[in-house]
């Protein structure tokens, strides 16, 4: 799994590519929630080159947006498609988090 992080201010912004199993998922939820901690408050996932997405991805996702949400900030999936468009509508998790 490769990823690039940018950081502007309190906004983030995480390019994912690849396939997100359990080792790159704590791995990446580490770094957001390093960013949370230290003040970013909108943070923006692009999924637009991520082709899988196992049940440890999707709790790093709910995990981030439950820490950002109590930290009165927002996070957003973009460019979701495919399998993991698929994964998010059939776990619901498309009715919890926001999909640009």
């Known amino acids: 799994m490769d990823h690039i992080f940018t950081v502007n201010g309190n906004k983030a912004t ?3 590519a690849g396939k997100l199993y359990v ?3 704590s791995i990446i939820r580490d770094e957001l929630v390093e960013k949370i ?3 970013v408050q909108q943070i923006a996932i692009n999924l637009s080159d991520v082709t899988y ?11 981030v947006h439950k820490l950002i949400q109590r930290k009165n900030g927002h996070l957003s999936l973009n460019g979701v498609h495919g399998m993991v468009e698929e994964l998010l509508k059939r776990t619901r998790l498309d009715k919890i988090l926001f999909i640009e």
Do not use: I, Q
């Open 14 to 16: 995480l390019a994912l």
């Open 23 to 25: 080792h790159d998922a």
């Open 37 to 39: 901690e230290t003040g």
């Open 53 to 63: 997405v196992d049940s440890s991805g999707l709790g790093v996702l709910v995990t």
